[in-house]
């Protein structure tokens, strides 16, 4: 991972970008992402989304990953590690006896 | 990576959640939440924002990623790849010389 | 509807609230009424959708409205106007012939 | 605004789209205009997102009272009254004595 982030601090870098990179403005374009790999399943059922245009889906995906590995290292943050510190606090919300096969929020399990 | 994502994996399969877990709706979780992180600095500006809840922000930046890898691992897509791929395309869309400091989109460069 | 705009502008100079409001965090506020509108059908089918929370959906889509209306009334826009001028632009960009019953961009018609 | 309503539901009926306008779908493409807009001031700071495009801004704007009228006219709600119950709720969680020139959440009011 350490080596895709350089690779990523390194693109940022080069075109002196950091100036625009804090993290109101890197959730902003997060979600900007978000919505243009939503856009790949509008008007679609969830089935008919299987056969989405997937290279486009790749591309969105690949830039949410990328705004959000640019925000965890300006904070500092090890993605693996606050990954698995919130699988344990889900996993809290989401004990397995009560949320099996369940669609339900916690707050109404 | 790999051993993060299969711990995201187990999570998922011992609540028995795949049947819920397409890609349209892992986009519609991204973007939701993409919003909960963005909500942190909402009536914040850029500099207030860098004060703001930073453990909610780590959480909510753990979120992301997990269904972004979710989805990742259920299209059979590396994320280092995807990751470089883009960073390629990015740089031919945005060449050092002319957008270097700028903050404007490559169709306006 | 112009007594609902002097409702809604008379809520936010009461609070002196109007130097919080700009185009850009305004946007970011409709953005994220959006969500958690979106939220009521997480992990739900469009079907089982029918059966949400219609009080929360009623409340997050006054919110993207009240937002919708604060933008429009600062930029001096009336919301029927541009309402109508969308549809005319939006009915050449599918046509009626092409469009009908189909749910393609109309990139792809 | 009936008039408005009106012209909103011909157009959609015309191309026999109320097939795809389910509570779910609609809250997807209301989202996904709201990022439509928000992209307008994307790495831009407040106050530089007061000179963006307004042409486009108008027209995302009017992209997302759309839909949002396309959500209320379906459900039977009548735009008016559900935001001034709107308005009456944030009155409540918002009292003017101590919101007053804050950007606070009413949580930490």
Redesign the interface.
């Known amino acids: 991972?350490d080596?895709?982030i350089k690779?990523?601090n390194d693109?940022r870098e080069?075109?002196?970008?950091r100036?625009?990179h804090?993290?109101?403005?890197l959730?902003?374009?997060?979600?900007?992402e978000?919505?243009?790999?939503?856009?790949?399943?509008?008007?679609?059922?969830?089935?008919e989304?299987?056969s989405?245009d997937?290279e486009n889906?790749?591309?969105e995906?690949?830039?949410?990953?990328?705004y959000?590995?640019m925000?965890?290292s300006d904070?500092d943050?090890d993605?693996?590690e606050?990954?698995?510190?919130?699988?344990q606090?889900?996993?809290l919300k989401?004990p397995?006896a009560s949320?099996?096969?369940s669609?339900k929020k916690y707050t109404d399990l």
């Open positions: 991972m080596k895709t690779k990523i693109f080069e075109r002196d970008w100036q625009f804090n993290p109101k403005d959730s902003i374009s997060i979600s900007l978000a919505a243009e790999l939503l856009e790949n399943f509008q008007w679609k059922t969830s089935e989304g299987l989405a997937m889906v790749k591309e995906l690949a830039d949410i990953l990328i959000s590995l925000l965890a904070l943050l993605v693996h606050i990954i698995e510190e919130k699988l606090k889900n996993a989401y397995i949320s099996k096969g669609n």
